[in-house]
Structure formats: structure tokens, C-alpha cells
């Protein structure tokens, strides 16, 4: 057998109930030899439980800590134990295709990119849907009125991926998203670590503009396909974790360390569509609670009384379940 060229590491994203479904279809999908790490971060008992025995079968590093950390924490404690060319980072919430593996490494190797992103698209446990989540992204700063700001784009989003998939070329990008991307592990010699302080808003395009700050390349490779898993309805035990996640105190330090760190001014879009996006996010675990409502009380539809219930219920179970548990490791 080959020697393995990558490393894939797979680390939480905002939940744990997809785990076993996405870990099988790494082993099933992935074609060519390649090294695992698993980061489980404070995973409810089942799911702990069952990656410990597929650590056993299958002999992948499993590295756990009884606390929650975010993305780029557990991201960075991977890093020490990675020895390879590359270095795959996906999320545990993420469907891969065939040859989605291969597919990366190839284009790494034909570009000599240093950072290579696939085709992202949306899906439902157990259904793959066809609209298109990304396909390489638009980032540069602009001023408006005087003021720096960020204006991105992230191609092709929302599209139903047969009405344009001819369009869907291998090219250099400018973004792309964290759900799943492979880099030249090397990178990190000359970029550091992945920020901690961008705990949940801005990691990849900061990962991003710090690559073509020091002249790397970010390649888009169509022919590499990964299934973001949307998050509804989660599992009971999800709740705790993806409040944590998309907190209001997480969301707000994020994005006021990406506007100082770019020097954005305090006003810019970037930062204020992030944030609404974020808190509509959070409200995910609440949906079957607002269909209720909605089938219950159409009438305060568009009310401020529906709208104030609302807020309120979400007040309540995020003080109840939302806990910052994040430690030191």
C-alpha cells in the first residue's frame, strides 16, 4: 500500500447526531490511502462510546476533551499529529462523494495550490438535494464613504446544481468554506495556526486572506463533491452545544476580532450581515416549536406578539440549556 499523502481531519461543527453517518462515508467514499485524526469534543455518552470503538477497528487517532471547544480549537489540536503532504479538514456534519479525496489531491498536485476547495451542496440526512451551497467565492476589501470594508460572494449559492454544472470549472478561487477544504499542511509554517478567536463567524475567510496575503493559491475543484447535512431538526442532545456554537457572546467576539484584525471599520456590512445571519441560524433548534405556533396561532404570523413569544422562548431554553463550557485544553 502507499504511503498515505493526507490526512483527514474530521472536527465538530455545531452538532454530534450526524457523526456515524458522516465517519462511514469517509471510509466509504475515499479512495485513496489517507491518515484519519478525530477530534470529540465533549460528545454525548452514545456518541463517545461508538467513536472509541471505531477508533479500535480502524485505527484512527481519536482525540477527545470533556469540554467544547470551537472549530479552529479543535482544528489546531489535530496539527501536531498531522505528518503528511496534506492535511483535509471537514466538518462531522458533512456527506463526501466518490473520488472526493482523490479529487482534492489531484488538483493540489496539478496546480501546486495550497489551499483546494470542492463543490459544496446542501442536503437532509438521508437525501441528497440538488442545489448548490458554494462553488468558490468572490472576497476583496473595498471602501465605501471612506470606511474599509469586506464584500464577499459565494458563487452559484442557492442554484439547482443541473442548470448550471457546465458552468463548474477547476479554477483559482478566492474563498471557500470550512465544511470541507485541503491544504498543503506546510502552510502553516508561514501562516501560524488557525485563529481562536474567531470562534464560530470569519474563520474561512480570514484562513483565506492570510493565504493570499503571503502569495498562496486557492484552487475550486468541481469534480471533488461534499454534502452539507443542513442541521434541523436536531437531536435532543445537539441543543446544548449548538447554542454554544451560535451564541450571541461567540457570535460578537468572533466578528469584533475579525474588525479589529482587518482594521473593517466598526460599521461594515461584512460584520453586520454576519451577525443577523448568525441569529437567525441560532433559531434552528426552536423550528418545531415555531411550526407549532404557526399552526396554532396563523393569525400572529406576522404579529409582534408572535414575534415577542418568539424571542422570549428563545430566551428561556438558550438561558436553560447554553452553558459556556470552553476550557483551556
Not at 19 to 44: R, V
Not at 215 to 226: H, N, Q
Amino acid at each position: 500500500m502507499l504511503e498515505p499523502q493526507v490526512t483527514i481531519v474530521v472536527v465538530p461543527r455545531e452538532r454530534f447526531s450526524y457523526t456515524k453517518f458522516s465517519l462511514e462515508g469517509i471510509y466509504a467514499h475515499s479512495d485513496i490511502p489517507f491518515k484519519l485524526i478525530y477530534i470529540d469534543a465533549n460528545s454525548p455518552q452514545p456518541i463517545k462510546q461508538y467513536l472509541e470503538q471505531q477508533s479500535h477497528e480502524k485505527a484512527f487517532r481519536l482525540i477527545r476533551t470533556e469540554n467544547y471547544l470551537c472549530a479552529n480549537q479543535a482544528r489546531n489540536l489535530a496539527l501536531p499529529y498531522v505528518d503528511t503532504k496534506y492535511v483535509v479538514f471537514i466538518d462531522n456534519d458533512v456527506q463526501v462523494t466518490p473520488y472526493w479525496l482523490k479529487k482534492l489531491v489531484q488538483c493540489a498536485d496539478d496546480t501546486d495550490a495550497w489551499v483546494v476547495g470542492p463543490l459544496y451542496l446542501d442536503g437532509v440526512h438521508g437525501i441528497e438535494t440538488q442545489n448548490i451551497h458554494m462553488a468558490g467565492g468572490f472576497c476583496e476589501f473595498q471602501q465605501e464613504d471612506g470606511k474599509l470594508d469586506l464584500r464577499e460572494q459565494r458563487y452559484f449559492a442557492k442554484n439547482l446544481l443541473p442548470a448550471v454544472k457546465s458552468q463548474l470549472l477547476r479554477e483559482q478561487t478566492q474563498l471557500i468554506e470550512f465544511h470541507c477544504f485541503l491544504v498543503r499542511t506546510n502552510v502553516f509554517n508561514q501562516i501560524g495556526y488557525l485563529d481562536e478567536k474567531l470562534m464560530n463567524l470569519g474563520e474561512e475567510t480570514d484562513f483565506c486572506l492570510s493565504v493570499r496575503a503571503v502569495g498562496g493559491t486557492i484552487y475550486f475543484e468541481p469534480a471533488s463533491t461534499v454534502i452539507y447535512v443542513l442541521p434541523a431538526p436536531l437531536a435532543w442532545y445537539d441543543i446544548p452545544y449548538f447554542w454554544l456554537r451560535w451564541s450571541d457572546a461567540w457570535n460578537k467576539t468572533s466578528l469584533s476580532h475579525f474588525q479589529q484584525k482587518w482594521g473593517l471599520a466598526k460599521d461594515a456590512k461584512f460584520i453586520s450581515i454576519g451577525y443577523k445571519w448568525a441569529n437567525r441560524h441560532r433559531l434552528v433548534p426552536l423550528q418545531p416549536v415555531q411550526d407549532l405556533l404557526l399552526s396554532i396561532l396563523p393569525w400572529q404570523l406576522n404579529s409582534k406578539t408572535y414575534l415577542n413569544f418568539r424571542g422570549f422562548v428563545e430566551s428561556v431554553l438558550t438561558q436553560f440549556f447554553v452553558k459556556d463550557k470552553r476550557q483551556e485544553i
